[in-house]
């Protein structure tokens, strides 16, 4: 690797890098050896950015629950528009085909990660957490313009369509997603007697 090139956002290059092992390879494969090989960086590029592996892997499960939220923006946007149902397989289907799935093994599987974002305000399983807040704020958003019924519980409605969504996705080989006409149907299911 040569030295004194200028790298164009380090971070963001090693964090595209480990979403693509965990896609590719899943959590066990993620070591800071193979996060630098992937981006292509010297090895120690993310030791001078990052305090320890543990502090990275925290800024990158972060990272993706921005991007979590600045999708929850544009949902809460969508209420009226379209078919609630349409719009909620869309939600889920863009949370659980990103690396989704692979953070919540991440998450599970190392103790110091939960540790730090816990320590950090993240509560519940993140990522998993942040869906569940972001559908149950669509579904209040559209129960208030009457599309849904009056008494629809919208946070265990969220919470059945988070943890269905992901039984859904999780069950597939690494990089394939499922039909879309089975993503609707949870979602028809789910929604059952409250959608108007």
Do not use: C, W
Request: glycine content about 10%; hydrophobic content about 50%.
């Amino acid at each position: 690797m040569p030295t004194g090139v200028a790298l164009r956002d380090v971070r963001e290059q090693l964090f595209d890098a480990a979403e693509r092992i965990l896609l590719r390879e899943g959590q066990q494969a993620l070591t800071s050896r193979s996060v630098t090989a992937e981006a292509g960086v010297a090895k120690g590029v993310l030791h001078r950015h990052f305090a320890d592996f543990d502090a990275f892997l925290a800024d990158l499960v972060t990272d993706r629950i921005g991007r979590v939220e600045q999708q929850s923006a544009a949902l809460r946007e969508a209420a009226g528009s379209g078919t609630v149902e349409g719009n909620l397989a869309e939600a889920l289907t863009e949370v659980f085909s990103s690396v989704a799935v692979a953070v919540v093994a991440l998450v599970t599987a190392r103790d110091g990660l939960r540790a730090r974002l816990r320590a950090e305000g993240h509560g519940g399983i993140p990522l998993l957490a942040e869906a569940t807040d972001m559908l149950a704020g669509y579904l209040r958003a559209e129960r208030g313009l009457g599309r849904l019924a009056p008494d629809a519980d919208t946070a265990t409605l969220a919470m059945m369509l988070v943890g269905t969504g992901h039984l859904l996705f999780a069950g597939r080989r690494p990089g394939t997603v499922p039909e879309a006409a089975e993503v609707g149907t949870v979602v028809r299911t789910v929604l059952a007697g409250v959608v108007r």
